[in-house]
T-cell receptor, first 114, second 116 residues
Framework: GDSVTQMEGPVTLSEEAFLTINCTYTATGYPSLFWYVQYPGEGLQLLLKATKADDKGSNKGFEATYRKETTSFHLEKGSVQVSDSAVYFCALSHPQGGSEKLVFGKGTKLTVNP | GAVVSQHPSWVICKSGTSVKIECRSLDFQATTMFWYRQFPKQSLMLMATSNEGSKATYEQGVEKDKFLINHASLTLSTLTVTSAHPEDSSFYIC????????????FGPGTRLLVL
């Protein structure tokens, strides 16, 4: 079945450091790929998405490119801020039997220190 | 933005009792709501999908008699963990979809259940 693997956390960075959170997936066909973010005490929020190969999703300075050849969707940000501290989830959706389901990775906790 | 709330945010109960968790869409009507559970250091796992006014669709391996889901209105879905046991201790998350596509799905903050 479909699955998502993302790098183990936690990740601790200093402010203005470069961030990469790796995500790879296993799925048949061409799933849509997502990154969700969960700030402390809040629900998951959609951060960005890509629906086909070579698409780049971007939002709030974060980017991820849908790489079909490497089945990857790594999240990057050039300069993180303290306010980016959160848990990040990679996910995919793949229509199965006419209905779509979201399949999540385990989440990566990011802490950014001033 | 769209807001989804869950109540309670955490609950401790004795083994054998039942616990009800509410999920509400506060500022929109949700035709579809989803229930997930998350074990420590594990992925969110979809438990069931519920549509207002109809029976929930449970994922394979989820006991529907154990996890009762009621979606009585367009703004409220409830998950009842019946005869809870310590292995049911987990983080339960609901989400509500306002329209079509994952961009219209909004998540609640989750409910942590501890069964003693």
């Amino acid at each position: 079945g479909d699955s998502v693997t993302q790098m183990e956390g936690p990740v601790t960075l200093s402010e203005e450091a470069f961030l990469t959170i790796n995500c790879t997936y296993t799925a048949t066909g061409y799933p849509s790929l997502f990154w969700y973010v969960q700030y402390p005490g809040e629900g998951l929020q959609l951060l960005l998405k890509a629906t086909k190969a070579d698409d780049k999703g971007s939002n709030k300075g974060f980017e991820a490119t849908y790489r079909k050849e490497t089945t990857s969707f790594h999240l990057e940000k050039g300069s993180v801020q303290v306010s980016d501290s959160a848990v990040y989830f990679c996910a995919l959706s793949h229509p199965q039997g006419g209905s779509e389901k979201l399949v999540f990775g385990k989440g990566t906790k990011l802490t950014v220190n001033p | 933005g769209a807001v989804v709330s869950q109540h309670p945010s955490w609950v401790i109960c004795k083994s054998g009792t039942s616990v009800k968790i509410e999920c509400r869409s506060l500022d929109f009507q949700a035709t579809t709501m989803f229930w997930y559970r998350q074990f420590p250091k594990q992925s969110l796992m979809l438990m069931a999908t519920s549509n207002e006014g109809s029976k929930a669709t449970y994922e394979q391996g989820v006991e529907k008699d154990k996890f009762l889901i009621n979606h009585a209105s367009l703004t409220l879905s409830t998950l009842t963990v019946t005869s809870a046991h310590p292995e049911d201790s987990s983080f339960y998350i609901c989400s509500a979809r306002r329209g079509l596509g994952w961009e219209t799905q909004y998540f609640g903050p989750g409910t942590r259940l501890l069964v003693l």
